[in-house]
T-cell receptor
Framework: NAGVTQTPKFQVLKTGQSMTLQCAQD?????MYWYRQDPGMGLRLIYY???????DKGEVPNGYNVSRLNKREFSLRLESAAPSQTSVYFC????????????FGDGTRLSIL | QKEVEQNSGPLSVPEGAIASLNCTYS??????FFWYRQYSGKSPELIMS????GDKEDGRFTAQLNKASQYVSLLIRDSQPSDSATYLC????????FGIGTKLQVIP
């Protein structure tokens, strides 16, 4: 039972570099989410995808792009990384009729210097 | 002001006691509420959901919802050291918003 798998687990970038965080789920869930978690701020929704082929902005979408490649995969791209994007990033998924994340990946710890 | 408010704690309780975690929300249209547990360095885990006024019990956990007071709580009976974690409250209508989490420490 893999659940939600995120790669990489850790990453250090320099300001201005780009990278893509990968997420895949094997539970046949329709909905997928990307969150960031910062001390004192809690979990904040970056983007979500209610179904394959659709994506919507969350609370903090600026500086990010997403792709729902297929039902299993939902990637998050930082085009030009900034120190303010240093955070822990979580991908999550849920069944179609739910509006909240049910299963989270282990997270990606991203530092931008 | 965040839509979902929690005291960050830490809340310290002795082993075997009842831990009471509280959460308030500002959006009266919110219909769904959830509690997640997050161990240090780990990802959140959904432990309870509640949709209507009153209490919902699951083992040692009881979620309480009072929509008139815009208040959600989580009670943990017979607290164990393994319950030491941060508890995230989340609520909303079409999309949920998370509180900052309350850190619970259960003292042996």
């Amino acid at each position: 039972n893999a659940g939600v798998t995120q790669t990489p687990k850790f990453q250090v970038l320099k300001t201005g570099q780009s990278m893509t965080l990968q997420c895949a789920q094997d539970m046949n869930h329709n909905s997928m989410y990307w969150y960031r978690q910062d001390p004192g701020m809690g979990l904040r929704l970056i983007y979500y995808s209610a179904s394959e082929g659709t994506t919507d902005k969350g609370e903090v979408p600026n500086g990010y792009n997403v792709s729902r490649l297929n039902k299993r995969e939902f990637s998050l791209r930082l085009e030009s990384a900034a120190p303010s994007q240093t955070s822990v990033y979580f991908c999550a998924s849920s069944e179609a009729h739910r509006n909240q994340p049910q299963h989270f990946g282990d997270g990606t710890r991203l530092s931008i210097l | 002001q965040k839509e979902v408010e929690q005291n960050s704690g830490p809340l310290s309780v002795p082993e075997g006691a009842i831990a009471s975690l509280n959460c308030t929300y500002s959006d009266r249209g919110s219909q769904s509420f959830f509690w997640y547990r997050q161990y240090s360095g780990k990802s959140p885990e959904l432990i309870m959901s509640i949709y209507s006024n009153g209490d919902k019990e699951d083992g040692r956990f009881t979620a309480q919802l009072n929509k008139a007071s815009q208040y959600v709580s989580l009670l943990i009976r017979d607290s164990q050291p393994s319950d030491s974690a941060t508890y995230l409250c989340a609520g909303g209508y079409q999309k949920v918003t998370f509180g900052i989490g309350t850190k619970l420490q259960v003292i042996p």
